[in-house]
Nanobody, 114 residues
Framework: QVQLVESGGGLVQAGGSLGLSCAAS??????MGWYRQAPGKQRELVAA???????NYADSVKGRFTISRDNAKNTVYLQMNSLKPEDTAVYYC??????????WGQGTQVTVSS
């Protein structure tokens, strides 16, 4: 049974930093990443990382956010720096297994005040 447990998030002022983590269990995940969904908007990819360490970022977060993972712990991290009010959203951990299944975390709120 796959489980994703997210932690981190919260309220921060613009220009500040926050970190998210997602501990996954129950499978081996080839791609782990983060999506976000702001009120009234579609869920969008923030960043993803393969088991081998290749990364992909949304243009809006490049240079500010860093994704990393610890394969031994099956955990993915997202370090968010220079946060902006437009980064406010619910952030979801997303993990994919080699056979094609996709799993989602419960979501964690990130709020950036101006």
């Amino acid at each position: 049974q796959v489980q994703l447990v997210e932690s981190g998030g919260g309220l921060v002022q613009a220009g500040g930093s926050l970190g998210l983590s997602c501990a996954a269990s129950g499978s081996i995940f080839n791609v782990m990443g983060w999506y976000r969904q702001a009120p009234g908007k579609q869920r969008e990819l923030v960043a993803a990382i393969t088991r081998g360490g290749s990364t992909n970022y949304a243009d809006s977060v490049k240079g500010r956010f860093t994704i990393s993972r610890d394969n031994a712990k099956n955990t993915v991290y997202l370090q968010m720096n220079s946060l902006k009010p437009e980064d406010t959203a619910v952030y979801y951990c997303n993990c994919k297994i080699p056979l094609g299944g996709t799993y989602w975390g419960q979501g964690t709120q990130v709020t950036v005040s101006s």
